[in-house]
């Protein structure tokens, strides 16, 4: 233990000296640099909506889980590499050259591809779940993950139906990366309320990692509720897809851990409190790190740092284009 506090503490050091270093785009990113004051005003939203999701995730394991593998604090396994992929444009033709890109990546010998879903072309794509889907009859190896999904504008029980559907048609690959929804997200477009995002992830997570589970679903929540709900199909791996949540701030990052699941989290984000709370908790540091293709190099880096003390990290660079595959595939053999 004494170990992994000297370890943690390294950690917050390096993010402390690296907070100037590029962040991948995601989804509860405070925003990108050279925001106005505009946008500066919804982070400070955004923060005040974490801070919520943090005092109301009221979510207990179920009976049925179990601690997907704990490992001894020290980690030590290597980084495993992948990509996020987007499209860069609204064009049509653009959703198949990332069903193509996906294809390289495997043929690259990467690990994982993963998709954003966010409204703005530049940064994922409307409905990560059907890319995903098309992802996985394209390739036969490489898991595949919603990178991440704004769990607050679905219903907790399609997503698991859909999760598991893809999961069962790709052999059992999916992830799901799950978050509240970038500032950005137009949640009034959808007839919700921005300021109840935090209430609405709170049950919709609790409703889906129930319904990965054999029994039936019975939830009675201020924005979901279901008595007695068979989902199907029932999923490829007991307990479901692996999750991943996308959080910055520390009692995320602490909840998270508590509750058993990996998370997402920019490059330059202190990953120290999740790496404590999954030692006092007992149960596996699985993080992915999210990094522009720009800063790669330094990214590498600061992934083997985390992964000396976690018992699983994906660097997962965004990416646009065949070369930026193949500069990410270079990276992994280096």
């Avoid at 992830?201 to 054999?214: P, T």
């Avoid at 479901?240 to 998370?263: D, E, N």
Wanted: aromatic residues 4%; hydrophobic residues 45%.
């Amino acid at each position: 233990m004494q170990r992994l506090r000297a370890m943690t503490e390294q950690l917050r050091c390096e993010a402390s000296r690296e907070a100037a270093a590029p962040a991948a785009v995601f989804e509860l990113e405070r925003g990108e640099r050279g925001r106005n004051a505009q946008g500066r005003r919804q982070r400070s939203s955004s923060e005040a909506a974490r801070r919520a999701l943090s005092e109301s995730i009221g979510v207990r394991r179920a009976d049925h889980e179990v601690d997907e593998g704990v490992r001894d604090a020290s980690g030590g396994a290597p980084p495993i590499f992948g990509v996020r992929i987007s499209p860069g444009d609204a064009r049509p033709e653009s959703l198949a050259g990332c069903v193509a890109l996906a294809r390289r990546a495997e043929e690259h010998g990467l690990a994982w591809v993963g998709v954003a879903e966010r409204f703005d072309a530049r940064g994922g794509v409307p409905d990560a779940l059907s890319l995903c889907a098309a992802f996985g009859a394209a390739t036969s190896r490489v898991r595949i993950a919603t990178a991440a999904l704004p769990l607050p504008l679905h219903h907790p029980l399609r997503v698991a139906e859909s999760a598991a559907t893809i999961d069962a048609l790709s052999g059992g690959r999916l992830e799901l990366g799950v978050g509240l929804g970038a500032v950005e997200t137009p949640f009034g477009g959808f007839g919700l309320d921005e300021g109840e995002r935090a209430e609405r992830f709170a049950e919709a997570l609790a409703i889906l990692r129930a319904a990965f589970s054999d029994a039936p679903v019975t939830f009675r929540g201020k924005h979901f509720a279901c008595e007695g709900v068979s989902v199907h199909p029932k999923p490829a791996r007991p307990g479901g897809p692996p999750l991943w949540m996308a959080a910055i701030a520390p009692a995320a990052l602490r909840r998270a851990a508590q509750l058993g699941v990996g998370v997402m989290l920019p490059i330059s984000a202190d990953a120290a409190p999740y790496l404590a709370a999954c030692a006092e908790a007992r149960v596996a540091a699985r993080i992915v790190l999210l990094a522009s293709s720009d800063a790669a190099a330094p990214a590498l880096e600061r992934a083997r740092a985390i992964a000396a003390s976690a018992s699983e990290v994906v660097l997962a660079l965004d990416v646009q284009s065949e070369r930026e595959i193949e500069s990410a595939a270079a990276l992994a053999k280096s």
